[in-house]
């Protein structure tokens, strides 16, 4: 079975940086592809970024495209999100998603962490 365990959430200031990571287990990494999905208090989850199997495509959600970066490390079984610029409205707990499905689509990503909380505050 795929877990996924999500680290590096914190409180950090306007216009501040954080490196969130997520590490995969219980199936083969470079088999999968993985997203950052975030979910702001009395709102729906959505999408904020996707990297292939590779690591060579990525996309990403329009507020969040040059401030943030996801990555992979498929010998590390674990992917990055890089934020940087970040604002109050970056606040939400971010969870990390696996599909073997190559998809933006909340829907078809069977495999969920926990999720880590983001607070971007002064």
């Known amino acids: 079975q795929v877990q996924l365990l999500e680290s590096g959430g914190g409180l950090v200031q306007p216009g501040g940086s954080l490196r969130l990571a997520c590490e995969f287990s219980g199936g083969t990494f470079s088999s999968y592809y993985l997203a950052w999905v975030r979910q702001a208090l009395g709102k729906e989850r959505e999408f904020v970024a996707s990297?292939?199997?590779?690591?060579?495509?990525?996309s990403y959600a329009d507020d969040v495209k040059n401030r943030f970066t996801i990555s992979r490390d498929n010998a590390k079984n674990t992917v990055y999100l890089q934020m940087n610029n970040l604002k109050p409205d970056d606040t939400a707990l971010y969870y990390c998603a696996a599909s073997r499905v190559r998809t933006i689509l909340l829907e078809e990503y069977p495999y969920w962490g926990q999720g880590t909380q983001v607070t971007v505050s002064s």
């Open positions: 990297i292939a199997w590779s690591g060579t495509t990525t």
